[in-house]
């Protein structure tokens, strides 16, 4: 996904009651196509964000009217382009990988947990529950209560960087941010934690 977000003293100007009703509408431009415009009450700028499968969208805050993100939308019509046949090239990836790959789930699971497992065993760690699902946004994830969550997807991967990322989330029940303590105690456990990371988000294409 690629966004850009709107600066207060630019474009918007903040309104009153006169943006309460509208909560999304779609434009259509040259050159781009459609242009999902919706309200979001957690937004706090206007956010344009172009998602594989899904095209672009402008997130407006309570108090910013339709009619100035769409002019908003309009001055960055160029950005939007180019970043659209980016995406496109990312969904035609996912399409071949996706015929070419196929993924047997309960292998796939079973080998995901058996990882989990074993390196939590090896270095200690204690979780609490694991979930392996198939997510669009992340590979992985540790909530307050250490259940850890593995995208199913991770099995297409190579196993280092399946094993970096289980060892990314079973480090995060004990650190629960990207502190430098987190990096320091990934490094321990696999050397050059940080360029494996960078590894990583070049298999973005399998989240899509």
Known sequence: MFSRRLKKPDIAERLGDDVVGEQAKTIELKSVGTVLIERSRRAKHLSLSVRPFKGARVAV???ISFANAEMFVRSKTDWIK???NK????EQEARVLSENKPIHRASAKKHLIDRLNYLSQAHGFEYNRVFIKSQKTRWG???GNNNINLNINLIRLPE??????I???LVHTRVKNHSQ????????LIGDSKKLDRRLSAYRVYLI
């Open 82 to 84: 180019k970043h659209l």
């Open 160 to 165: 280092e960087l399946i094993d970096y990322t």
């Open 181 to 188: 303590r987190f990096w320091d105690q990934m490094d321990k």
């Open 167 to 169: 060892l990314h989330e």
């Open 141 to 143: 994830s540790c909530s």
């Open 61 to 63: 805050p309570v108090g």
């Open 87 to 90: 995406m496109a090239i990312l």
